[in-house]
């Protein structure tokens, strides 16, 4: 009942979203008219918030999927490597704010993956977006896609040059509703990585982590190349 209840009421929450940002999206583009600097830095900081309580809403809703075991997953075949930079290149406005310095890097001869394309964007986007969010002002991010030795996984890595964790932080991250509190990071739902951790099993892949404290973090998941239909 409870689940049914996130469900309903986070479905009722996102159906007005769309119009409202639509509409949000005309007035800074000057549609209803001219715009002062005081209002352009009033309209999107409600455009931010906008942004926040869909990607709760968003959260909301996969999580009670995936608690029902309704979490579709439709597989095709996926070149990882073009996926992984159109997202890297999605989010560099993001990273650009803080100064951040985001690299790509992606190895040579990546076949394709049987995956299903928008949910391994979501994961990759999650893990990207919370690197943001933890590395400080000037920071440095890369995110690489490369084959591992044995050619039968296709490892996905992002690091970071935030500020790191303890292994005990490390070893909770990825359950609901736990994130790590830092003076950098903006808080959220703690939804992202338990949601991305049920994709990449979903596919059959794993997802960890490998930090030290003040010497930054990398997150990776792995994806079988030959992971059936």
Known sequence: MKSDFVANVSHEIRSPMAPMKDSLSLLLDGTAGPLTEKQRRFLNILGNNMDRLIRLVNDLLDLSKIQAGEMEIKKSPVKLGRLTEEVVNSLHTYADRKRIELTCNIGQGLPEVNCDEDRISQVIINLLMNAVKFTPEGGKISVSAQMMPRNDYVEISVRDSGPGMSRGEADILFNRFKQLVTPQAVKGTGL??????????????????????????????????????
């Open 192 to 229: 992202g990585l338990s949601i991305s951790k049920a994709i990449v099993e979903m596919h059959g892949g794993q997802i960890c982590v490998e930090s030290e404290k003040d010497k930054g973090s990398i997150f990776k998941f792995t994806l079988p190349v030959d992971s059936g239909q």
